[in-house]
């Protein structure tokens, strides 16, 4: 197919319900929004590289869609937004015929109907590897967003499932955003993010923006099979990490794993007595994922 014929065929693959907050979507050379008053606009960014964060064969076509999307997703629900609006750039190797680009977008398509956003657009092109850019759009109450800097001494801090899942399967997996449980904790969370790194890294860089330290109670929710470094440093479990105060009733769903604390140094994470490295998925590292290990 030219390019002309790609773009109507996404078009149709992504097609969804009209929408009041969208005047126009795939076809101009920009979609048209139309943000709800009282609302703050929410927007990430997100990559996927073929050699980088899956191997070829690892996931199907839609697995792949629905794992691209995914993973802006989880961002939105992090910040406990309502996701709306999802770009979509694709660079698609010669392996990858339209069978294959109609099964990607579907997958990202059926994801983002089961969470309200939508594909208004984006940009295709030819490459050696596959590659997707996702962009994706939310809205929040304004000034009720969640974020990472507010955690204090004396949080109790919560992760809503089991860790170390990804890794254990070998990062073949698909993610489910937690966007309905980032929404119940609006004006509960003190500070919330998504564990995209992995948990001693992530948790490092809550307690460095919140100027405290963490203290892990010992004890950590697993993913079947997956070992306890895994559940640390493993990354791209894409659960969610907050912290409530400590007389908080926390919402279905999350799981106690420990304390802030003004005992210790500003970002150290320690656990059963071991300060932790600040250690996970890092692409700038050599080998870019690094091994797992404690200081």
């Not at 899956?54 to 802006?72: H, M, S, V, W």
């Not at 109790?156 to 997996?173: E, K, M, N, P, T």
């Not at 003004?262 to 994470?269: D, H, I, P, S």
């Amino acid at each position: 197919m030219k390019e002309d014929a790609w773009i109507g065929a996404i078009r149709r693959w992504t097609a969804g319900p009209a929408r009041r907050d969208l005047a126009a979507g795939i076809g101009d050379d920009c979609a048209i929004l139309r943000p709800p008053a009282g609302a703050d606009l929410l927007v990430t960014t997100d990559l996927m590289i073929e050699g980088v964060h899956f191997r070829r064969g690892q996931l199907t076509a839609e697995q792949t869609g629905a794992k691209t999307l995914a993973r802006g997703l989880s961002d939105i629900a992090a910040m406990g937004g309502e996701a709306r609006f999802a770009l979509v750039s694709l660079a698609v190797p010669e392996w990858a015929d339209a069978r294959w680009a109609k099964a990607f977008y579907r997958g990202m398509a059926q994801l983002g109907q089961r969470h309200g956003a939508c594909i208004i657009g984006g940009d295709l092109t030819r490459a050696p590897r596959l590659a997707a850019d996702i962009v994706v759009l939310g809205y929040a109450p304004r000034g009720k967003a969640l974020r990472r800097d507010g955690a204090r001494p004396g949080d109790v801090i919560y992760v809503s499932g089991a860790l170390g899942r990804a890794a254990a399967a070998g990062f073949a997996d698909v993610p489910e955003p937690r966007l309905e449980l980032g929404r119940k904790l609006r004006g509960k969370a003190t500070a919330c993010m998504d564990l995209s790194d992995g948990l001693a890294l992530d948790l490092h860089r809550m307690c460095l923006a919140s100027g405290t330290a963490a203290e892990l109670d010992g004890v950590l929710p697993c993913a079947p099979g997956a070992t306890l470094e895994q559940a640390l440093f493993g990354g791209e479990d894409y659960e969610l990490l907050c912290t409530l105060p400590a007389a908080a009733r926390p919402p279905r769903g999350l799981v106690r794993i420990g304390q802030m604390t003004a005992r210790r140094r500003k970002g150290e994470v320690w656990f059963a007595g071991v300060r932790l490295n600040p250690q996970g998925w890092d692409p700038f590292a050599k080998p870019a994922r690094q091994q797992p290990r404690r200081a």
